[in-house]
Nanobody, 123 residues
């Protein structure tokens, strides 16, 4: 069974930096993509950044120039800089993975989610 575990959330003042990490574990044949989403109180979950298995990254406009997503095998990181109060949210790791089930490589990618890590930006 595949699991995603996030780490790195916490409290930071405006203008500060944080680094989030997410590790996927389990029987994984291939990482198709990994991403970070966030959900602020009272708002819908939104995509922050996504990176393909071969390293192509895309960002939401509201984080361009401030956040950097990177990956290595089944790990994805999000380096967040110049943080603003509006970046306060629970950040969720997402991965589209092709798992190995009963010894066989699955024919399709499956979406997986972490439990989330809270980032609070406040003075």
């Amino acid at each position: 069974q595949v699991q995603l575990v996030e780490s790195g959330g916490g409290f930071v003042q405006p203008g500060g930096s944080l680094r989030l990490s997410c590790v996927a574990s389990g029987m994984i044949a291939k990482v198709v993509s990994m991403a970070w989403y966030r959900q602020a109180p009272g708002k819908e979950r939104e995509l922050v950044a996504v990176i393909s298995g071969d390293g192509n990254a895309n960002y939401a406009d509201f984080v361009k120039g401030r956040f950097i997503i990177s990956n290595s095998k089944a790990t994805v990181n999000l380096q967040m800089s110049s943080l603003k109060s509006e970046d306060t949210a629970v950040y969720y790791c997402n991965a589209q993975l092709i798992p190995i089930v009963d010894g066989f490589v699955s024919l399709r990618a499956i979406d997986h989610w972490g439990k989330g890590t809270l980032v609070t930006v406040s003075s």
